[in-house]
């Protein structure tokens, strides 16, 4: 098969749109077909040629209903989009977050490959999200008439897109790449200093300003324990003055860290914490935690709910009760019968996640879709 894999995102910034994009595209090439990513070019960058990439108009700033900023598709000209539909002949083009705009219509306006739409992220319940929501929706509505088939990788995800249209979705989830997590050896000494880890964007919808409230506490019985907290956002130094502010001990912010320093920190933690308030649609940082053998705590926005299912329930606390969260990290912190419990489930659960599994579920969706559509 011959895939078109559309992204609206800049594909060379980090994100788990593009991730998921690159990841698919990588395994889809493993088995003999031939993917290539559409999507816009990057602002102000120069950027060369790229096998197996098509940059197509380009893109600008904008900042998402998630507070998050981000750089979407901008503009597209119809005479390119035109000579690459007709150069390339696709069989199935993939759009992920096709509510997007503009490039995801353009296209759509111009295939006559089976178009197969998959939705990513959370809308979370909020006064901006929903003024946003009033104005993309009409154009989201104009775009669900081109589509073959319908996947979202949770029930959190596809709660905006399945409001819009009586059309059945399938799940298929977020994937990782096992290969690249190894589990840990976790099991130090009990009386050896715990430290808690957190990975991500510091932004308001993380709730890192909960996990210093809670650290707070905790630490007043646990003097010894270390919070270390890594990633770049617009919220660092309002972060690190809310630190200084509650006198805590043992509390590093390490800004923005390549992969290789994520893997090292994961296999030093004792527990892994991310305590996102809303606007997440699956937890992929959960998962890269869980692959390593990582205790996890996690906030109860629904997408990490949809995630940790069974014992994994353990993990979800409403990051907004001070000592509740305090409680559930001092009890994954350091009840070892329940973290042996916790760590026995993960390794069990995870694999399902990986991405050749992942791919599984669209390579078998694809040909379902080509097949019910006479192709």
């Known amino acids: 098969m011959k895939i078109g894999i559309i992204c609206p995102y800049n594909i060379l910034k980090g994100g788990g749109v593009q991730e998921h994009v690159k990841a698919l595209k990588a395994e889809l090439d493993k088995r ?16 060369g ?27 597209a000209a119809s005479a390119t989009i035109d000579r690459v539909l007709e150069q390339e002949q696709f069989d199935i083009l993939h759009f992920h977050e096709p509510w997007i705009p503009v490039i995801s219509r353009q296209i759509l306006q111009r295939s006559k490959a089976i178009n197969i739409a998959t939705f990513h992220a959370k809308v979370p319940e909020t006064l901006m999200s929903r003024t946003v929501i009033r104005v993309v929706t009409p154009y989201t509505k104009s775009v669900l008439k081109y589509f073959h088939q319908f996947t979202a990788v949770s029930e959190s995800a596809l709660e905006y897109a ?3 249209t009586d059309e059945p979705f399938e799940i298929i989830p977020n994937g990782i790449d096992l290969k690249a997590y190894k589990v840990a050896k976790h099991s ?37 324990v270390s919070l270390v907290i890594a990633g770049a956002g617009p919220d660092r130094e309002k972060l690190e003055l809310l630190s200084e502010d509650l006198e805590l001990k043992n509390v590093e912010f390490l800004g923005y860290i390549s992969d290789q320093e994520k893997h090292k920190l994961l296999s030093e933690a004792d527990l892994f914490c991310s305590p996102a308030v809303y606007g997440e649609s699956f937890g992929i940082v959960l998962l890269e935690a869980m692959a390593t053998g990582l205790v996890a705590v996690a906030g109860n926005n629904s997408g990490y709910a949809d995630l940790m299912q069974g014992v994994g329930a353990l993990s979800i606390v409403n990051p907004k009760d001070s000592m509740e969260f305090a409680r559930r990290l001092e009890s994954l912190l350091y009840e070892e019968t329940l973290r042996a419990l ?24 694809y040909r379902q879709v080509l097949a019910r559509n006479g192709k």
Not at 32 to 46: F, K, Q, V, Y
Not at 206 to 216: H, P, R, S
Request: net charge positive; proline share 7%; no cysteine.
């Open 342 to 365: 916790w760590r026995e489930w993960a390794k069990d659960y995870v694999p399902q996640f990986s991405y050749e599994r992942i791919v599984d579920k669209y390579e078998t969706l």
């Open 49 to 75: 040629p790229m096998p197996g990439v098509i940059f197509v108009g380009t893109s600008t700033d904008f900042r998402s209903p998630m507070h998050t900023s981000v750089q979407i598709s901008a503009t």
């Open 188 to 224: 130090k000494s009990a009386k050896h200093p715990k430290k808690i880890l957190y990975i991500g964007r510091l932004e308001r919808r993380k709730g890192v300003n909960y996990l210093l409230k809670a650290f707070e506490l905790l630490q007043k019985d646990n003097p010894d």
């Open 162 to 164: 399945s409001s819009l």
């Open 32 to 47: 003999g077909h031939t993917a290539i990513i559409i999507t816009p070019m990057p602002r102000d960058s120069e950027v």
